[in-house]
């Protein structure tokens, strides 16, 4: 479980098959005061992967900057590069994602999908339920 901010945009592919994966990093921040009472800044970058529909909420509302709360469980790929030394990445595997900005701050709103449909930005001055976020 993680707190942080979008360190840049949502980059949203699509497999052979057809399966959505979207992929962004999120940044973190440890704040603690050392021996002499000074104020101390740790900052961690966090490689997230987000699949089918959560890829897709991923891609279509957040972007750099966002607050964003996300869950799920790591994983380390490795690879060889080109010249053959073994490389390695480990993410984070999204299962559950909840964007803290509040109305109107960083992330976009998308455009209402059928006529007579009201965005959740316009009109709209309750807060998003986590029972309606649909994933």
């Not at 603690?32 to 740790?42: D, P, V």
């Not at 992967?49 to 890829?55: D, E, F, P, R, S």
């Not at 701050?105 to 309750?126: D, I, M, V």
């Amino acid at each position: 479980m993680l707190i942080g901010n979008v360190t840049r945009d949502p980059e949203m592919r699509s497999t052979p098959s057809g399966q959505s994966v979207c992929s962004f990093g999120v940044a973190t921040n440890r704040v603690w005061k050392n021996q002499a009472g000074e104020r101390q800044n740790k900052p961690e970058f966090h490689n997230i992967v987000a699949w089918g529909k959560m890829a897709e909420t991923c891609s279509a509302y957040l972007k750099k900057g966002s607050k964003v709360y996300v869950e799920g469980r790591l994983q380390t790929r490795s690879w060889d590069d080109p010249t053959g030394v073994k490389k390695y990445r480990t993410e984070i595997v999204i299962s559950n994602m909840i964007m803290l900005d509040k109305k109107g701050e960083t992330a976009p709103q998308p455009a209402a999908e059928t006529p007579g449909e009201t965005p959740a930005a316009e009109g709209n001055e309750e807060e998003i339920n986590v029972e309606d976020i649909p994933f």
